[in-house]
């Protein structure tokens, strides 16, 4: 049985699996990992100025000649307009919308080539998406980990897939083939997966992070707007208790990540060797979570999700009788 849907040869892949664009955790070595494993990689780029997306994707392509992506937050576009140039220059395959529609630099990355997307919380952002040009949309529930919406992934996937005739990616808390299994027969044509990802040796991210998420049950995440003044589903700690005994102390985005960013709290997401105080560091997480138990290797995961989403349409195939 083949699993290769139409979105595998749109971006020129063999598996239905794409690495979530996260910020300060999907760098270069996660991102070339996915690829090589036959995924997406793509680099979450969200804060990063354009000379070090240029450092990070050649690092990419230092580690596979797979197509791969960056993700950035059309949220902020004067980081977009900056950024772009090198996003084409540097040869990657497809550009991401982590917030927002990128409007404004669609015609451009089609006229070099370059593929659009754009994650999606809502059926109208999709097919806002879409009008706009987007190749493909993501459509998140909000039980994803990272910035997310209101919208549950059981209710929104299948609601997105009617409304747009682009290719759907279902994201949140998918973190195995059963997940795969379940988007692919509500009609998306693969998966955007991240907390699975952090889990990985791969992963910029700091141990203590990772093993958080080993560690943690479904019920153990929350969203709030302490970290960067949109909703995050991070894993719950005494620092986000703190912030939202006292909402007056949240600012709007951007200003709310920028004082976070100060106040040192993004330490789990500045690298592997750096040290990170559970009890404070912004650690963002699906509710997915709680069924991750171990740390492994990128092409470890892949290869797992995709065997059992097979042996899942498998079984469900025998139940026809």
Request: some cysteine.
């Amino acid at each position: 049985m083949s699993l290769r849907t139409p979105i595998c040869d749109l971006f020129g892949i063999e598996k239905p699996i794409f690495l979530a664009g996260m910020g300060g955790v999907a760098y270069a070595r996660v991102c070339a990992a996915v690829s090589e494993a036959g995924g997406f990689g793509v680099l979450g780029m969200a804060s990063e100025p354009p000379e070090r997306i240029r450092e990070e994707m050649r690092a990419v392509r230092a580690l596979t000649q797979k197509p791969f992506g960056v993700d950035l937050l059309a949220a902020l576009p004067e980081t977009i307009e900056r950024a772009i140039d090198v996003i084409i220059g540097e040869g990657a395959a497809a550009f991401v919308a982590g917030l927002g529609v990128p409007e404004g630099v669609v015609e451009k990355c089609h006229a070099a080539g370059v593929k659009v997307m754009s994650l999606c919380g809502k059926v109208s952002h999709a097919v806002h998406a879409e009008r706009a040009g987007c190749d493909a949309v993501v459509a998140q529930g909000t039980e994803a980990g990272g910035h997310t919406g209101q919208v549950a992934g059981m209710a929104l996937i299948p609601q997105v897939v009617d409304a747009v005739s682009v290719p759907v990616l279902a994201a949140g808390s998918i973190v195995d083939g059963r997940g795969l299994a379940a988007a692919l027969a509500f009609g998306a044509q693969g998966v955007w997966m991240g907390t699975r990802f952090i889990a990985s040796h791969e992963a910029r991210a700091a141990e203590v992070y990772k093993k958080r998420i080993t560690e943690i049950r479904e019920e153990d995440t929350v969203v709030t707007r302490s970290y960067s003044g949109k909703p995050m589903r991070v894993i719950r700690n005494r620092y986000v208790d703190e912030m939202e005994a006292q909402p007056e102390r949240i600012r709007p985005f951007p200003e709310q990540f920028a004082a976070s960013a100060r106040a040192g709290v993004f330490t789990a997401m500045a690298g592997p060797d750096r040290e990170a105080d559970p009890d404070r560091a912004c650690m963002p997480a699906g509710q997915g979570a709680g069924a991750i138990r171990d740390i492994r290797t990128c092409a470890e995961i892949v290869d797992a999700v995709m065997a059992e989403a097979q042996a899942t349409i498998e079984r469900l195939a025998k139940l026809r009788g």
